[in-house]
């Protein structure tokens, strides 16, 4: 069957099992090349063969470890593939929870703002209407807590709103005389402090108007 497979002047060679005179088995590599005269005309064929066994074994044995490595590569890289969906799903959860805190900080800015700036304001008003000294440095000491307390809140309440990437807005009715009150009372100590007065005056409310009381505010 081998030398049907010589073509031409190439040689073949294939590893074989050959039995031995004692009875058992060998393993051989045969090299079987055609011998040609100048014409070309085959003229017979040469043929070696030298035991392989060893070779045949180291060979065995190396596709042997070389499957045993593709295995633990694949199980290593399931092991990565999974690793990495859980890297995932944790860091989505940790992006979910800080959107939800940000959320909650941003939406709660004006229950935070609105009063602590009443707070400020008014202390400031009481503290023009008291002339006793202790009392004045009392108020003095509430006022200055309150503007450090309301610094505090509005870095953490930015950082939130910048953190949720959008602010949803109210759709409320609105009055404006009350807004404007309202910011003339937390913006009047500010003002009067670098010499500015705030007036407010108020066209005829001819119509409901509907919006973000709140946004307004702030704005």
């Known amino acids: 069957?081998?030398?049907?497979?010589?073509?031409?002047?190439?040689?073949?060679?294939?590893?074989?099992?050959?039995?031995?005179?004692?009875?058992?088995d060998v393993d051989v590599a045969v090299t079987i090349s055609p011998v040609?005269?100048?014409?070309?005309?085959?003229?017979?064929?040469?043929?070696?063969?030298?035991?392989?066994?060893?070779?045949?074994?180291?060979?065995?044995?190396?596709?042997?470890?070389?499957?045993?490595?593709?295995?633990?590569?694949?199980?290593?890289?399931?092991?990565?593939r999974t690793l990495n969906v859980q890297l995932g799903e944790a860091l989505a959860s940790a992006e979910a929870a800080t959107r939800a805190k940000s959320a909650f900080l941003a939406n709660m800015s004006h229950e935070i703002r609105t009063p602590l700036n009443a707070i400020t304001g008014m202390a400031y008003l009481l503290k023009e209407s008291i002339t006793d000294a202790g009392q004045r440095?009392?108020?003095?000491?509430?006022?200055?807590?309150?503007?450090?307390?309301?610094?505090?809140?509005?870095?953490?309440?930015?950082?939130?709103?910048?953190?949720?990437?959008?602010?949803?807005?109210?759709?409320?009715?609105?009055?404006?005389?009350?807004?404007?009150?309202?910011?003339?009372?937390?913006?009047?100590?500010s003002a009067r402090s670098r010499g500015l007065e705030i007036r407010c005056d108020y066209a005829p409310q001819s119509q409901t108007l509907r919006g973000d009381a709140t946004r307004l505010r702030q704005a």
């Open 137 to 189: 440095s009392q108020i003095n000491k509430i006022e200055r807590a309150g503007h450090h307390l309301v610094e505090i809140i509005n870095s953490i309440l930015d950082l939130s709103k910048i953190e949720t990437g959008k602010v949803a807005l109210e759709a409320e009715e609105l009055s404006l005389d009350a807004i404007g009150n309202d910011v003339a009372t937390m913006c009047g100590p």
């Open 1 to 24: 069957a081998m030398i049907a497979e010589i073509h031409g002047s190439q040689s073949l060679r294939r590893d074989c099992v050959l039995r031995h005179a004692d009875g058992h």
């Open 36 to 80: 040609r005269s100048a014409a070309g005309r085959l003229l017979g064929l040469a043929v070696v063969a030298h035991e392989a066994g060893e070779r045949i074994r180291r060979a065995a044995e190396r596709e042997r470890e070389r499957e045993q490595l593709e295995r633990e590569v694949e199980a290593r890289t399931q092991e990565l």
